[in-house]
């Protein structure tokens, strides 16, 4: 089951190639291959809207348990803090350069 949606996906998509290989033989062969095509970009559109629906689920059943600050994690908001504080103090701003850096700045 697991691997179900692969088989899906790859079935359309190696007929598409298969197809276009054949296709100066008729116009049969031209006109499938542009139907697997189509094919393959509606399984994968299909997936894509089907896993976006399940990240957006399951962030709207968890969302409290995935935001929670947790103890293991303690090291790496202290980290985050630090790198703020550290941008905050850093941050350099046109008021803060020379005027004759600024107008080299502007003049390209």
């Not at 996906?9 to 033989?25: K, N, V, W």
């Not at 139907?35 to 689920?57: C, N, R, Y």
């Not at 790496?76 to 020379?98: F, G, N, S, V, Y």
């Amino acid at each position: 089951i697991g691997t179900l949606p692969v088989i899906l996906s790859l079935i359309p998509l190696a007929l598409t190639g298969s197809f276009y290989l054949r296709r100066d033989e008729s116009e049969v062969w031209a006109r499938a291959g542009n139907l697997m095509f189509s094919l393959t970009a509606l399984v994968s559109v299909t997936f894509w809207t089907g896993m976006g629906w399940a990240i957006q689920d399951t962030f709207d059943k968890y969302n409290e348990q995935l935001t929670a600050p947790k103890v293991e994690f303690v090291e790496l908001d202290w980290l985050d803090h630090c790198e703020e504080r550290i941008r905050a103090k850093c941050q350099l701003t046109m008021k803060d350069l020379p005027r004759w850096v600024a107008f080299f700045h502007f003049a390209g």
